[in-house]
């Protein structure tokens, strides 16, 4: 066997992989979907929300930062995970401020469409209805920190891609938010709304101003099809 | 205990069959005389302070949902207002034409939704039927191809929402400056082939309307009516419009009191009163007073106050109703039924021109120009006039809206109509019959207020009626569903 494939299985189904890659890298190469949220292909993993959390060898681990490996095997869609995920995504909804009938990203929000997915359809949770700050003081985006799940992927992409540093974490536990590179809001950052940090925000946190409700109800990235879709209907890689 | 000699406070708590949760209260004296009538709405809305700090492009689809019933208005009304802020002076014609036909199918729903589902059990069977058979259930015993032909018309209404919104409640269609999409052959094509049928529809509804009331046509003509003020807008050159134009208000005998006025200027022309036992206000014309400038909206102040309608078969329809009058503004309550169906066809044959439309196919759907910090606008909704007026900050954050809602504007008017029924109807009646109440719902029904402009319980609220004595003591109690 060549020593650059690894092969393991996923909830049953034998993958191979080049054995430098994440579960979550080889699982989207075989058209295995792992639910996700903070996790995005091109920036650096981040480990925080926990949503694509699998078992190895009957262990929890998080599949974007956990290599793999030959012989291991992996639980992903079962539904003692899922109902974890789904545990993970109610405590977001119900620790924001989530208004997806008028939110200008309805259709195309990673925490609504993994909700559908999973089948959440009310948090039974008790709503925090936490006091957040909007910042809408730069004149092209706004930061609306109702809808922020403190995935990071902006801090990432604005450190790895866009090689500045306009956003990071700023205090602990349920206070935790996400701050800016200023002490007077984004308008005083260098943070134009070309930079990739503002195509990765996975819900309506972090928006490009007037673009709203551009894309009619019908047409909306996951009005068809659930979100992980894409990854499952890739071709498998043999 | 005795209900014949002592003061009484009659209260009908919901009333029903209209769009939200509303009470009635009568005071009668201890010889049965009417003291004192309210319609009190008792549902609160904040979406005025909700929209505050959110983002203007966002009020058209956050305010919309005040309402579960006409959406559209509001998401059209709101979405005229931020053209305004976004600069766009004039719409794209697909842009324009794709919202109007938005408007025509909410208006044919809604008026459909009005007359057949709440309205035609009282009309078919009389205000004192038996409550088993005075609802929209028996009208479908009762004649089960009229009541086909009911929820068919407003399935079409529907389907022509979802086409343009995106949605059939709640759409996103209309956005600052325009439209997000256009109105596909494959989509025109399947509404084509059914609108001859739907205006057939709508001209039975029609002539069933005009027979109901010509049977009766002076208790109809007397029914709760009143004079009052008539506010409307109308186009420029005096037609019915819908969907835009210039506000026009005549007096009880047809005096124009003011034209042509702008959205921008309504402030001027229009004051809200607040009065503390409800959470509606009361608007009235500034140049005549608290007392005086109260007004009528809606059907029939909007045929009242049109010169003429320019799509023929309402139009002629049109003529005949004012025919009744000479010419002069109507002041019959139940006059809104009629006015209601001449709408309901006139939005029919809109609906008809613009599918014949190639506009409707274009793909120019937004315009933009210099951004305006605050933005009025106006619309006919299916129950009158809405005021939408927005101001924002340099953040392009809302920091006021003023909503002046369709039914609001008929407050006042609801007030009298309840009024007028309870002193011709209930005055010196020792006993208050299920019947007689809803006499008065019947008075209120005809405004087809939308009181809550949020819920909708199609004949399944309780009714419940206490008759107090002055010490607010129940001596008599009625409870329905």
Redesign the interface.
């Given at each position: 066997m060549s020593t650059n494939v690894v092969t393991f299985t996923i909830d049953g189904v034998e993958v191979k992989s080049a054995p430098d890659k994440t579960i979550i890298q080889a699982a989207d190469d075989a058209g295995i979907y792992i639910p996700r949220l903070c996790y995005l292909k091109d920036l650096p993993p981040g480990g925080h929300c926990r949503v694509c959390t699998v078992k190895v060898n009957g262990r929890p681990v998080n599949s974007c930062t956990y290599p793999v490996a030959e012989g291991i095997v992996v639980e992903n869609d079962t539904e003692e995970l899922n109902s974890f995920r789904r545990n993970i995504i109610e405590m977001l909804f119900v620790e924001g401020n989530h208004f997806c009938p008028s939110c200008e990203v309805a259709g195309k929000c990673e925490l609504q469409a993994l909700a559908y997915r999973l089948g959440l359809l009310t948090p039974q949770m008790p709503y925090l209805y936490a006091q957040k700050e909007l910042d809408a003081t730069h004149p092209d985006v706004y930061l609306d920190r109702n809808r922020c799940v403190l995935c990071g992927r902006c801090v990432r992409a604005s450190i790895h891609l866009d090689k500045k540093n306009v956003f990071g974490f700023e205090n602990r536990g349920i206070n935790m938010r996400i701050s800016v590179n200023s002490n007077d809001g984004l308008k005083d950052t260098d943070l134009t709304k070309d930079d990739k940090a503002m195509s990765v925000c996975p819900t309506g946190c972090l928006v490009v101003k007037r673009q709203g409700y551009l894309t009619p109800v019908g047409k909306r990235l996951y009005d068809k099809k659930p979100i992980g879709s894409e990854i499952e209907t890739k071709t498998v890689k043999s | 205990m005795s209900t014949k000699t002592t003061g009484r406070k009659i209260v009908i708590n919901p009333v029903t069959r209209v769009e939200g949760h509303g009470k009635v209260t009568i005071l009668l004296d201890e010889k049965g005389n009417v003291q004192q009538t309210r319609f009190h709405i008792i549902e609160f809305r904040g979406f005025e302070r909700f929209v505050q700090?959110r983002?203007y492009?966002?009020a058209?689809?956050?305010v919309q949902?005040l309402c579960g019933i006409c959406p559209v208005s509001h998401h059209l009304c709101a979405a005229k207002a931020t053209d305004v802020i976004v600069g766009a002076k004039t719409l794209t014609p697909t842009a324009e034409k794709m919202r109007r036909l938005m408007h025509y199918g909410q208006t044919l729903q809604s008026h459909a939704l009005h007359f057949f589902h709440l309205c035609s059990p009282d009309l078919l069977f009389g205000f004192d039927a038996p409550v088993e058979q005075r609802n929209v259930i028996g009208v479908i015993k009762a004649d089960p191809e009229t009541a086909k032909k009911a929820v068919l018309l407003r399935k079409y209404g529907q389907e022509i929402i979802k086409a343009t919104?995106?949605?059939k409640v709640?759409?996103?269609?209309a956005?600052?400056g325009g439209i997000?999409?256009n109105l596909s052959i494959e989509e025109r094509d399947v509404f084509l082939k059914d609108i001859d049928t739907i205006l057939e529809w709508s001209i039975e509804a029609m002539e069933l309307c005009k027979k109901i009331v010509k049977e009766k046509l002076e208790f109809f003509l007397k029914f709760g009516a009143f004079d009052s003020n008539h506010l409307s807008i109308v186009r420029k050159d005096g037609c019915l419009d819908l969907y835009d134009g210039l506000l026009r208000a005549k007096t009880a005998d047809g005096k124009i009191i003011f034209d042509m006025v702008k959205p921008e200027d309504y402030l001027d022309y229009i004051a809200e009163e607040v009065r503390p036992w409800s959470y509606m206000k009361f608007p009235f014309i500034r140049s005549l007073g608290k007392e005086k400038g109260w007004y009528r909206v809606g059907p029939l102040a909007r045929i009242n106050n049109c010169d003429f309608i320019d799509t023929p078969l309402a139009e002629k329809e049109r003529q005949e109703l004012m025919s009744l009058t000479g010419g002069k503004p109507i002041n019959a309550s139940m006059a809104y039924h009629w006015t209601r169906m001449i709408e309901m066809l006139h939005s029919a044959e809109k609906i008809k021109d613009l599918l014949n439309d190639p506009d409707l196919q274009g793909t120019n759907l937004i315009t933009q120009g210099t951004k305006q910090k605050r933005g009025v606008a106006w619309i006919e909704a299916p129950r009158g006039t809405l005021f939408h007026h927005y101001e924002i900050n340099d953040?392009?954050?809302i920091v006021l809206a003023n909503l002046i809602v369709s039914t609001t504007n008929n407050n006042e008017p609801m007030n009298q109509v309840v009024n007028v029924l309870a002193k011709d109807y209930l005055q010196g009646k020792s006993e208050i019959t299920e019947g007689l109440l809803n006499t008065i719902e019947v008075g209120i029904r005809a405004y087809d207020p939308c009181l809550s402009c949020a819920t909708h319980a199609l004949g399944q609220m309780p009714l419940q009626v206490q008759i107090m004595n002055h010490e607010g003591k129940v001596v008599n109690e009625l409870i329905r569903g």
């Open positions: - | 700090g983002f492009w966002e058209p689809t956050i949902r919104a995106g949605k709640h759409g996103t269609g956005i600052p997000n999409k953040n392009d954050q």
